[in-house]
């Protein structure tokens, strides 16, 4: 037994099953394209067999935690979004469920609608960059022109309602930041018209591609068991059979009135969890026409001048709105002492937000329960015995953000 | 919205204290009994460390005296009753020490290993305690609420001092 | 054949220019950019390679994935202290003339995250030639910086970098 530098041990004892020779560890990453970003693996192989496999993580980590702490209640909003930046929107919610439930106000049914369709979409937008990405490093290069063409649809829906393409900090604490434009509404209606048919055309290019099928059928195996062991969630846990998606099984901002099903697959494989995916895509479109169509009338803010700013008119009229324009802006609102976890379905799992205030206008903590975090942990478990070049599908689909683990 | 759903699990008897904040369940253990604690609540069903974390309760002028510096969370979860609990326990400033809870729940392992780099809290008998976010080199803990934010003096900007000082000094 | 003779018989098909400029304009057409990502702007980075935006039109659709094979590193996103070295560790490894654009409000200055964790600008480890404010910036953005850097690299020429 050795030791290197980086905590790896290596056994030059013959493992099980050992192919003969040394076992050889190959350092991959931090900049290797295929990572999604800055993640690190030292390998440890046998031939080309994977024995061992030790994710090196940090090298994107921003301090947000940290920053949070510095920051008033009303401006953290702003740094969740580049937390996990595939799924801006749901970093949001799960941060301002947890600051409503501390102060103890529910936003009003039209921004949970609101909100509901901001998440849906950026659901879509996450999936269609997982899709176009994993299957590039694939070999499957025209995939990647597909899924961002309607990325892009979405970007502009985005842009559209908040003014931004990618961090729109829309949802806040006390409902979301605008109402949504008749312009943004036609948008909607079109691209729900046309996602189904763009869904049908991605699994025309995969789903029976036999390539794709000779990578990903019977790699990276994850029983359910051990999915809950690991803690893992989102697709990697419904992939291996377990119906567990928090909009069904604890609902939250209005989930509870949608119509819609748990994306589930039994193999736990890559190809049932990019099934699971492509499911997801059909039922987040399904949700955001019931969404479209029942959405309700009324305000999208709640009314509570501590929180958020008073209306433009109320400021030219009412003085007690400019005082309470002018305390918001210069110090921000204290949040009752207390702590609380809330935990939404974000694109890759339980995103939770857990948030303790000591009566001050500053968080104490905010802590991120990440789920590419967790579902990280569970990659030598699903690398274990299988070839170098699987390695790729499996960081693919297990659809690991390294702003969303290393924070 | 709310989940305050109170059965079970409270019946355990190191319980040294319980309650219900903004609508989630919590109770709170002495250090010595923690394992016991997750141990007993796994077998009851909670099969599901959602994470595993800690705080940093320095004194303010708002809090003046916690009982102790640090306080560990680990939030579990019942699958199938979809019930959620946060066991909660104190942890000295002078003994940063804790049991390591890696051998009850799988994810805890590098959470604690987070908690070890942020905090500076030790794990006893966790496998791998060595920093995971920071570099190897790196000097102190930074999520320690006297550890200053860091970055650069912005100038004419209102929160520059408490930036570049801890938060509790400024 | 007479030197005159040659010059009629090619007349028009013929242009004179220096040897600079040609180069130049060589190398501002086929900028290759390093496939490094870093967080939120590696996104909008693939989506200016993307179907809506098409770097192609400009000659540097070509991402490498090796540092050794690309002229241009587009840091895009935020740098830690943890990446920093790595980073520098890349910039060594692409072979000269290089250029980096600098690609976003964190690259360029730490942006909103001014704490412990993050480098505050990434000139302080490699020399930047042209930064895009943005957070992150729009794909129109980074294809108006790299045609300023096109712009600058047909005016440098052969010269070395100074």
Redesign the interface.
């Known amino acids: 037994m050795s030791s290197s530098p980086t905590g790896v041990t290596i056994s030059r004892e013959p493992a099980e099953g050992h192919v003969g020779g040394e076992l050889l560890t190959v350092n991959f990453g ?4 295929s990572t999604h ?2 993640l690190r693996l030292v390998v440890i192989l046998d031939g080309e067999v994977i024995r061992g496999v030790r994710p090196v993580i ?7 935690e ?2 949070m702490e ?1 920051l008033r209640w009303q401006q953290g909003v ?2 969740t979004d ?1 937390h996990d ?2 799924s801006p929107l749901h970093n949001n919610l799960a941060y301002a469920m947890a600051v409503e439930r501390l102060v103890g106000v529910e936003p009003p049914p039209r921004a949970q609608a609101l909100r509901v369709i901001m998440c849906e979409l950026t659901r879509i937008s996450s999936h269609c ?1 997982w899709l ?2 994993s299957s590039l490093e694939l070999g499957a290069m025209s995939m ?2 597909y899924c ?2 309607e ?2 649809t979405v ?1 502009a829906m985005n842009e559209e309602i908040s003014g931004y ?3 729109t900090s829309y949802i806040r604490p006390g409902g979301v930041m605008a109402d949504a434009t008749e312009r943004f509404w036609d948008m909607l209606a079109d691209f729900v018209e046309k996602m189904p048919g763009h869904v049908d055309e991605y699994e025309d290019l995969l789903t029976n591609n036999p390539i794709w099928k000779r990578r990903t059928v019977g790699i990276g195996y994850l029983s359910a068991e051990d999915a809950v062991r690991l803690g893992a969630s989102g697709p990697m846990v419904r992939g291996s059979g377990l119906p567990w998606d928090l909009r069904k099984t604890m609902p939250y901002s209005g989930y509870e009135k949608y119509d819609f099903e748990i994306a589930v697959e039994e193999a736990g494989d890559c190809y049932a969890r990019y099934l699971c995916r492509i499911k997801e895509f059909r039922e987040s479109v399904r949700i955001l026409k019931q969404a479209m169509a029942s959405i309700p009338d009324g305000p999208i803010n709640v009314d509570e001048r501590k929180m958020l700013p008073p209306p433009r008119e109320e400021l030219e009229t009412s003085m007690e709105a400019v005082i309470h324009h002018f305390k918001l802006f210069t110090e921000g609102y204290s949040v009752p002492s207390g702590d609380v976890y809330a935990a939404v379905e974000s694109p890759r799992g339980e995103h939770g937000c857990y948030v303790v205030s000591d009566g001050t206008h500053k968080p104490r903590r905010v802590k991120f329960r990440s789920a590419s975090f967790v579902n990280l942990q569970a990659l030598e478990h699903m690398a274990m015995g299988s070839m170098i070049a699987d390695m790729i599908a499996i960081i693919g689909t297990a659809d690991t953000v ?2 969303d683990v ?1 924070r | 919205m709310t989940k305050a759903k109170s059965r079970a699990a409270t019946s355990h008897k190191h319980v040294e204290e319980e309650g219900v904040s903004a609508g989630d369940r919590w109770i709170r253990v002495s250090r010595e009994h923690l394992v016991a604690t997750l141990r007993a609540l796994q077998a009851e069903g909670y099969k599901s460390l959602l994470f595993m974390s800690a705080v940093d309760h320095l004194a303010t002028p708002v809090r003046p005296s916690p009982p102790e510096r640090f306080e560990l969370i680990y939030q579990l979860r019942n699958l199938d009753t979809r019930e959620e609990l946060r066991v909660r326990v104190w942890v000295p400033e002078d003994d940063p020490v804790a049991p390591t809870a890696s051998e009850i729940y799988a994810p805890a392992g590098w959470d604690e290993r987070e908690t070890w780099d942020m905090f500076g809290i030790r794990f006893d008998g966790h496998k791998d305690l060595v920093r995971i ?3 190897e080199d ?1 000097e102190g803990h ?1 999520l320690r609420r006297d ?6 003096t ?1 100038d004419f900007s209102e929160d520059h001092e408490v ?1 570049q000082t801890a938060p509790e000094e400024a | 054949m007479g030197i005159d003779a040659l010059a009629e018989t090619l007349g028009d098909n013929v242009l004179t220019t220096t040897i600079g400029k040609i180069v130049g304009w060589g190398r501002a057409n086929s900028v290759w950019p390093a ?6 702007c ?3 980075m ?2 200016t390679a ?3 935006f098409d770097i192609g039109r400009f000659g540097s659709e070509a991402m490498r ?1 090796s ?1 050794r094979q690309s002229d241009l590193m587009i840091v895009a ?2 740098v ?4 920093a070295p ?1 980073l520098r560790q ?1 910039y060594d490894q692409m072979p000269e003339p290089k250029w980096v654009i600098s690609m976003g409000a964190c690259a360029s200055t ?1 942006g ?7 480098l ?1 600008g990434v000139d302080k480890v490699v020399p930047v030639d042209v930064y895009v404010p943005g ?2 910036p ?1 794909p129109e953005d980074l294809l108006n910086a790299l045609m300023i850097l096109q712009e600058r690299i047909k005016a440098q020429g052969i010269k070395p970098r100074v």
């Not at chain 1, 931090?30 to 394209?33: F, K």
């Not at chain 3, 496939?35 to 939120?40: K, S, V």
């Open positions: 931090p900049q290797h394209p970003g800055v940090g090298y994107l980590h921003t301090g947000i940290k920053q510095a702003v740094v580049r930046y595939l960059l176009g990405t990647f022109m961002l063409r990325r892009e970007l393409r990618m961090h390294l702003g290393d | 976010l920071m570099p790196w930074p550890f200053p934010v860091g970055g650069e912005v930036w | 496939q490094f990502g870093l967080a939120c590696a996104i909008e693939m989506h993307g179907p809506g994935a540092p996103g935020r830690s202290q943890k990446m790595v890349i730490g909103i995250f001014n704490n412990y964790a993050i505050q957070c992150p729009r």
